[in-house]
């Protein structure tokens, strides 16, 4: 099922990134642009083994695997040539600790070079170990201090709503644990009564959130007013069946359950 819009593009059949004119932008003064790429999800493990850098957080990384590459392959409209487009579809990474995979999935995409990502987490690298907007082209906020992604896209989707901007779609990536900081809760307690339709949460569930909530996190979320769905994290056409499911008139949160992080051995940080 998709959702239409007043100009009659369903939201989960919108042309989706890899559709998109992919011009090559050529190399920039920030990670550097790719050209055309048929790279596919297959190919995501190489990438990722590129980056040899110190990370702290492989299995955070992980963890948003499949769901990033869901997301960029079938549903956001934005493209290398097109990040800076009016009406692109914005992702805003508020898990911003362990990004090898964020890279890894732009660097598939085309919007930093395989080149890049053999730098990562180096001194004058690019791609550090929390994304930087500035620097990581595709990138639509510097994150890592968690809490503060939703209440950003809250932002967002108000400001595309002022400026009268019905088609671009707002994604926030979250890990569970960043529910236990306040600054969610009022987003989230916000944007349902908002009414804020081009508000989509992404929130990776990986056992990591010290207070969890009374009926699972979807519950905490339909509360509020918004569309909730829960899945299997690793399951791409599960994933793409909650991505595009209709919500109108309210915002979407998709529930991603992966295995914990304890399964690993590491601390509880998102």
């Known amino acids: 099922m998709t959702q239409t819009t007043a100009n009659s593009h369903p939201v989960g059949a919108r042309p989706e990134a890899g559709a998109e004119a992919e011009a090559e932008v050529g190399a920039g ?19 990722m083994s590129l980056m040899t850098g110190d990370e702290k957080h492989g299995p955070a990384a992980t963890s948003t695997l499949d ?18 487009a009016p009406e692109r579809d914005r992702f805003l990474l508020s898990k911003g600790h362990g990004p090898m995979a964020y890279y890894a999935v732009l660097a598939a995409k085309g919007f930093v070079s395989e080149e890049s990502l053999s730098g990562f987490g180096s001194y004058d ?10 620097l990581v082209p595709g990138a639509e906020i510097g994150s890592g201090s968690l809490g503060h992604g939703l209440p950003l896209g809250v932002g967002t989707a108000l400001g ?10 707002v994604w926030v990536l979250i890990g569970d644990a960043e529910l ?38 979807a519950s905490r979320f339909a509360s509020a007013g918004w569309s ?24 979407h949160a998709v529930i991603a359950r992966v295995e914990s992080k304890a399964d690993h051995g590491e601390p509880k940080i998102a």
């Open 180 to 217: 236990d900081e306040g600054s969610n809760h009022e987003a989230i307690a916000y944007a349902g009564p908002a009414g804020l339709e081009a508000l989509h949460t992404l929130v990776i569930d990986n056992g990591s959130a010290t207070h969890g909530w009374p009926g699972g996190i």
């Open 67 to 84: 769901a990033l590459w869901v997301l960029y392959d079938r549903v956001l409209r934005v493209s290398p040539a097109t990040a800076d």
């Open 228 to 251: 909730a769905v829960t899945v299997d994290g690793r399951d791409h056409e599960a994933l793409y069946a909650a991505y595009t499911l209709p919500h109108p008139g309210r915002p």
């Open 125 to 134: 690298s690019p791609l550090g170990h929390h994304p930087d907007r500035v």
């Open 160 to 169: 595309l709503r002022a400026q009268g901007r019905t088609e671009p779609r």
């Open 29 to 47: 003064s920030r990670a550097g642009t790719a050209g055309p790429t048929a790279t596919g999800f297959g190919d995501l493990d190489r990438l």
